[in-house]
T-cell receptor
Framework: GAGVSQSPSNKVTEKGKDVELRCDPISGHTALYWYRQSLGQGLEFLIYFQGNSAPDKSGLPSDRFSAERTGGSVSTLTIQRTQQEDSAVYLC?????????????FGDGTRLSIL | GENVEQHPSTLSVQEGDSAVIKCTYSDSASNYFPWYKQELGKRPQLIIDIRSNVGEKKDQRIAVTLNKTAKHFSLHITETQPEDSAVYFCAAVNNAGNMLTFGGGTRLMVKP
């Protein structure tokens, strides 16, 4: 079936604007994860969902970041009042469940550029 | 929390040679260790993984070894080819399975 789908693939916006990033996981996957990858760097964990629930939001970089998931499928990551340091590739991954034996499969990411 | 260290940060090998990338982790409760390959501008792709009840796993030219006592695991690529050139990330998953902590990545360059 289809893999993890993210939109938009690229987003350029002015500092101070709000942005919304979307992730559509693999069908049937109940666990969904958001990561951030700065240029030439590794992947930074942001938040995970089991179903619609995000039990731990401590990985989000600031209170300008929020995420939600409805219907156990699509998730949105919202960044309010964007700053230049928010520029990065935002990657979403999904797995069957939040279980240590389940591999995570990634989408292509959204490349966010803040001018 | 978990901390994953990865070495080397860059690795250049001649086509046909072997490449080894090493990672250490800090949380002894971590029990799943995937490796991802990321080509420029593309998504990380899972290439092999190992669970803590296994010491070694092999898939064609790729193998991964795990030493739980020492808390380190390694990726071995034999008979390297130019298409193996990419950034490779190791990761460790905590016992609850809700967090994947990545190493800093290794940029592998295979010279023809």
């Amino acid at each position: 079936g289809a893999g993890v789908s993210q939109s938009p693939s690229n987003k350029v916006t002015e500092k101070g604007k709000d942005v919304e990033l979307r992730c559509d996981p693999i069908s049937g996957h109940t666990a969904l994860y958001w990561y951030r990858q700065s240029l030439g760097q590794g992947l930074e964990f942001l938040i995970y969902f089991q179903g619609n629930s995000a039990p731990d939001k401590s990985g989000l970089p600031s209170d300008r970041f929020s995420a939600e998931r409805t219907g156990g499928s699509v998730s949105t990551l919202t960044i309010q009042r964007t700053q230049q340091e928010d520029s990065a590739v935002y990657l979403c991954a999904s797995s069957w469940t939040v279980n240590s034996n389940q591999p995570q499969h990634f989408g292509d990411g959204t490349r966010l550029s803040i001018l | 929390g978990e901390n994953v260290e990865q070495h080397p940060s860059t690795l250049s090998v001649q086509e046909g040679d072997s490449a080894v990338i090493k990672c250490t982790y800090s949380d002894s409760a971590s029990n799943y260790f995937p490796w991802y390959k990321q080509e420029l501008g593309k998504r990380p792709q899972l290439i092999i993984d190992i669970r803590s009840n296994v010491g070694e796993k092999k898939d064609q030219r790729i193998a991964v070894t795990l030493n739980k006592t020492a808390k380190h695991f390694s990726l071995h690529i034999t008979e390297t080819q130019p298409e193996d050139s990419a950034v490779y990330f190791c990761a460790a998953v905590n016992n609850a399975g809700n967090m994947l902590t990545f190493g800093g990545g290794t940029r592998l360059m295979v010279k023809p």
